[in-house]
């Protein structure tokens, strides 16, 4: 299958199922990513829009980076490095925080299977888990860009669509405001479209994912 075709699939799907647990070991990387990419830029004395505008930019920055080493050999090890970060990730606040539960065995499941398939070395199942860490950027930039906006617009109730699209309380563009008179909506709307360009250029032209005999 074309990259770019397999990276639309897994972006459909991650922003369907962006809030049930199916997704959570793609959301554990891009959580940890835009958490430490805000808290370092915060640190910089800068208006909203630009904090907003520099952390988007970043984000999709990385993105593009991991979008890029696909080209190379490198990407079959994408999917393992960014699987048992999870893993180590996951299994650190299930025991700092005790939270015991169904819900954490499913995860551990999910997890382990991840590492499995990529160790197995099934190409194509490899190149699909690693679009899902990478693609879970952008599809989480979405939800902080277009989503929250778009709803805060329409007054519509944040979990209509729980726990599928479940759109966030803030975004990084919450502080923004409708700036000059122009609706929030439209600036980081339009902000993130232009940041999604080269994403959506580096989505092809990588491997195809063919399974190894």
């Avoid at 700092?96 to 197995?120: E, H, K, Q, W």
Wanted: charged share 15%; proline share 4%.
């Amino acid at each position: 299958m074309r990259s770019d075709i397999r990276a639309l699939i897994v972006s459909i799907l991650l922003f369907l199922l962006w809030g049930t647990v199916l997704t959570y070991p793609f959301r554990i990387i891009s959580d940890i990513t835009c958490q430490a990419t805000e808290a370092v830029v915060g640190k910089i004395p800068l208006p909203a829009i630009a904090f907003a505008v520099l952390v988007l930019l970043i984000i999709m920055g990385i993105t593009c980076v991991m979008l890029f080493l696909g080209k190379m050999e490198v990407s079959d090890h994408i999917a393992l490095v960014l699987s048992i970060t999870g893993t180590i990730v996951y299994t650190v606040r299930i025991f700092t925080t005790r939270s015991f539960s169904v819900a954490a065995v499913f995860m551990a499941i999910l997890l382990s299977g991840t590492i499995v398939l990529v160790l197995m070395r099934k190409t194509e199942w490899t190149r699909y888990i690693a679009d899902a860490f990478i693609m879970a950027l952008p599809v989480r930039m979405c939800y902080e860009c277009i989503m929250n906006p778009l709803y805060r617009l329409l007054k519509t109730d944040l979990y209509l669509l729980s726990p599928f699209i479940t759109v966030p309380q803030t975004s990084i563009f919450s502080k923004v405001g409708n700036l000059l008179g122009v609706n929030l909506l439209l600036w980081s709307g339009f902000f993130f479209i232009v940041s999604l360009l080269p994403v959506i250029y580096l989505t092809g032209g990588r491997k195809e994912g063919k399974i190894r005999r």
